[in-house]
């Protein structure tokens, strides 16, 4: 089955900054890969997602790439705000109709 | 829009009791709802798979007779932990997606689950 490794695990940046969090996948059927934030006691909040067509897709402050061939995806976030402290899981599928398979997740905290 | 939500937020409950929790999607038709368990700063992890009409698909090692799931109508859906014990305490999520094809999970807000 698929195998999705996220990292880090926590991360920490000031205010204004960037943040990048990085998920390889084992399965080179996959082809979509949502990113989830999780605030504390809540369900996860897709807040992107990437189709396996694209190599690129941004949506304000979050961006997203993918490299098919080295299996790799990444979320990045610029100009970091407090509301952005959460975790947040990167996730892989098949079309994504079928079981989604998540990473760690990593906590993310926004110094001000 | 994609709103799913989830019913009762929190339970505290006695050693023994069954509790059923309500998943529903509020503003789409659900063909497909999944089931998560979340440990504490732990990823989720599939518990099970139920489509609407036909019997719920469980994730190795999930006991079925213990945590029955209903999915009776295209926007509800149902986790119930039957005799649960001290060791089901738990945050349990559940999410839907919609009929059509390539359409993402979208999550409840999750249960925190204690069983004294």
């Known amino acids: 089955g698929e195998n999705v490794e996220q990292h880090p695990s926590t991360l920490s940046v000031q205010e204004g900054d960037s943040a990048v969090i990085k998920c390889t996948y084992s399965d080179s059927a996959s082809n979509y890969f949502p990113w989830y934030k999780q605030e504390l006691g809540k369900g996860p909040q897709l807040i992107i997602d990437?189709?396996?067509?694209?190599g690129e897709k941004k949506d304000q402050r979050i961006a997203v790439t993918l490299n098919k061939t080295a299996k790799h995806f990444s979320l990045h976030i610029t100009e970091t705000q407090p509301e952005d402290s959460a975790v947040y899981f990167c996730a892989a599928s098949i079309g994504g109709y079928q079981k989604v398979t998540f990473g760690i997740g990593t906590k993310l905290q926004v110094i001000p | 829009g994609a709103v799913v939500s989830q019913h009762p937020s929190r339970v505290i409950c006695k050693s023994g009791t069954s509790v059923k929790i309500e998943c529903r999607s509020l503003?789409?038709?659900?063909?497909?709802m999944f089931w998560y368990r979340q440990f504490p700063k732990q990823s989720l992890m599939l518990m099970a798979t139920?489509?609407?009409?036909?019997?719920?698909?469980?994730e190795q090692g999930v006991e079925k007779d213990k945590f029955l799931i209903n999915h009776a109508s295209l926007t509800l859906s149902t986790l119930t932990v039957t005799s649960a014990h001290p060791e089901d305490s738990s945050f349990y999520i559940c999410?839907?997606?919609?009929?059509?094809?390539?359409?993402?999970?979208?999550f409840g807000d999750g249960t925190r689950l204690s069983i004294l």
């Open positions: 139920s489509n609407e009409g036909s019997k719920a698909t469980y």
């Open positions: 999410s839907a997606r919609e009929g059509r094809t390539n359409q993402p999970q979208h």
């Open positions: 503003d789409f038709q659900a063909t497909t």
């Open positions: 990437i189709r396996s067509n694209v």
